[in-house]
């Protein structure tokens, strides 16, 4: 009895330091693709990354400043769009 929780327990320990050893591998090869160019990319590209870089925008410009540019970028987006519907339909024409 006493041998079966022995051994049960030196199982448990060495499955735990195996874990120990796989996780420290895991958060070295994350560590090492953040530091990259390619994964500071895609985590920008991410929803989490987008929302925290509009966060700190908003967080670095104040709310009022970057709506003015919001609504200033979408007024160009929207007259560039009228121009572009224009041009193509003088071009049918």
């Known amino acids: ?17 195996l874990q120990r ?3 420290r591998h895991e958060a070295g090869q ?3 693709s953040l530091t990259t160019r390619s ?6 590209a991410s929803g989490a990354g ?3 870089i ?3 925008v908003v967080a670095f ?3 009022g400043r ?5 609504s200033g970028a979408l007024t160009a987006m929207s007259i560039a769009k009228t121009v572009l519907a224009l041009v193509s339909n003088f071009r049918k024409s």
């Open 1 to 17: 009895m006493m041998n079966d929780l022995r051994a049960r327990k030196e199982l448990l320990l060495t499955k735990a330091e």
């Open 21 to 23: 050893i796989r996780f």
């Open 30 to 32: 994350l560590r090492g």
């Open 39 to 44: 994964g500071l990319l895609s985590m920008a």
């Open 50 to 52: 987008k929302a925290l």
């Open 54 to 56: 509009l966060g700190a």
């Open 61 to 63: 410009l104040g709310r």
């Open 66 to 70: 970057v709506m003015g540019m919001a």
